[in-house]
């Protein structure tokens, strides 16, 4: 019998401490995690198969695109895509986050209602994450 495959996820932050817990996280969660540090590794790492089931970026990248800039194209690449967007600097933007259909997460994280909201999401979509030990 096939397994199916653990859902891909694209974690995007700048902080190698915050990418690392919430890769950590996930990966626990039962995703098949690519980690970015700027909006560049982020979009080599959408060219990737599987596509993403969830993708979290933080606003601030320091220099190059934002992470905004990463979620547009994500969107336009993946519509149904799940994104959070992450910011210890920034307050939480309705009219932004309803037009590029975001959710709004922020700093610092708190993981276990991060994964809860997450699963529920998935549970709307049809989709299931099994936690455990991700696939290699």
């Known amino acids: 019998m096939d397994v199916p495959a653990a859902p891909r996820a694209i974690v995007l932050d700048d902080d190698p401490?915050?990418?690392?817990?919430?890769?950590?996280?996930?990966?626990?969660?039962?995703?098949?995690?690519?980690?970015?540090?700027?909006?560049?590794?982020?979009?080599?790492?959408?060219?990737?198969?599987p596509p993403p089931t969830v993708l979290t970026t933080d606003i601030d990248l320091g220099e190059g695109p934002s992470g905004m800039a990463v979620a547009a194209h994500a969107r336009e690449l993946w519509p149904n895509l799940l994104i959070f967007v992450i910011s210890g600097n920034q307050s939480s933007d309705l009219a932004l986050e309803s037009r590029l259909g975001l959710h709004f997460l922020?700093?610092?994280?708190?993981?276990?209602?991060?994964?809860c909201t997450l699963a529920d999401m998935l549970s709307a979509m049809g989709l299931t994450v099994v936690p455990g030990t991700p696939p290699r």
């Open 17 to 49: 401490q915050v990418r690392a817990i919430l890769g950590e996280a996930m990966a626990m969660a039962g995703f098949s995690v690519s980690t970015a540090d700027c909006a560049a590794a982020a979009f080599a790492a959408m060219q990737a198969l």
């Open 106 to 115: 922020a700093k610092p994280v708190r993981i276990a209602a991060f994964l």
